[in-house]
C-alpha cells in the first residue's frame, strides 16, 4: 500500500543530497517468527538534519505501516517532521497522520514555524480530523495544524498520495528557510527538547504492544531503545 510513497519520500531525501547510514541487520529488516510481517528500516545523513528515519512494516492484509521522523540539526529549533500512516486491509481503514511535531506549544514559536501548514491544512477537509488521541497529548509534540484522517480506500489511494506531496513539499520549504541566525531556541535546549520527544513518544508508542506481538519482547526494546527513540 504505502510503496510508492515510501519511494518518493526516499527520493526527496536523496535530491538534497541525503546519505543511507547502514543500520545493523538485526534491525534493517526483520522477520516475524510465524513469518507474515516484515519490518524494514532505514537511516539517512540529511544536510541540515541530524538525523533522519524510515521504517516500513509490512504484515499484509492485517496491517501496512509507514512511518517517518525528521530531526533538524540542534542548531535549528524548527519542529520535527512526523509522519505515521497506517492501513488496516481486513477492515480498509486508514489510519493517516503527518504533522511538524513542535517543540514548544507558545505562539510565537507557531508563528515563526507554521505559516504555510496552517494554508497546507485548509487545502485538505479530509485530513482535519480533530484530532481525539487516546495514548497521545494533543498539547504537547502535536500542532494545531496536524493533519489527521481516520478513512478508507478512497483517502489512503486519491486523497493520501497528494497530501503526502504538499506535506513533504512544504516541510523542504521550512527547512530551507533556515538561517543560521533564525533559531531562537538555544543549542542546549533544542536538544533536551528533542530528547525529550524521545523520552515521551517511547512512553506512549501505540505501537508498543503491536511490535512486541510480532517480534517479541527483546527485539521490540532492542527496536525502540537504538532505533526508534535513542535519545531514551
Ligand atoms: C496511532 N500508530 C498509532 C496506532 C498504531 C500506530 C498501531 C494506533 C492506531 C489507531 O489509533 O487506530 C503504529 N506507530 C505505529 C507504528 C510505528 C509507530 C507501527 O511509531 C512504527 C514505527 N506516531 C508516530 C509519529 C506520529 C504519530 C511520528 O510514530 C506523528 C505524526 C502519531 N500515531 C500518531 C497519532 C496516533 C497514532 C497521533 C493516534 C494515537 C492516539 O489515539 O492517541
Known sequence: MFDPL????????EVRGGESISVPQDLKEYQSANGKSLIRNWLWKVPGFRRWRVTRLDAGNKLQVLNSVAYPDYVNDQPLMGIDLLW????????????????????????????????LRSRFPEFCEEAKMRSFDPDQYFSPWLLFCRGGIDEAKVTLPVVFTAFLSCYWNLNESFTQNSSKISVPDVKRLQNNYDIYSAERD??????????????????????????V
Not at 515510501?6 to 526527496?12: A, N
Not at 480498509?92 to 511535531?101: E, R, S
Open 206 to 231: 501505540p505501537a508498543h504492544g503491536l511490535f512486541c506481538s510480532y517480534f517479541g519482547h527483546t527485539w521490540t526494546e532492542h527496536f525502540l531503545r537504538n532505533f526508534l527513540f535513542p535519545g
Open 88 to 119: 488496516f486491509g481486513t477492515s480498509c481503514k486508514l489510519v493517516a497522520i503527518l504533522d511538524f511535531q513542535p517543540l514548544h506549544q507558545d505562539q510565537g514559536y507557531f508563528d515563526r514555524h507554521f505559516t504555510e501548514l496552517q494554508v
Open 6 to 13: 515510501l519511494e518518493e519520500l526516499h527520493k526527496s531525501i
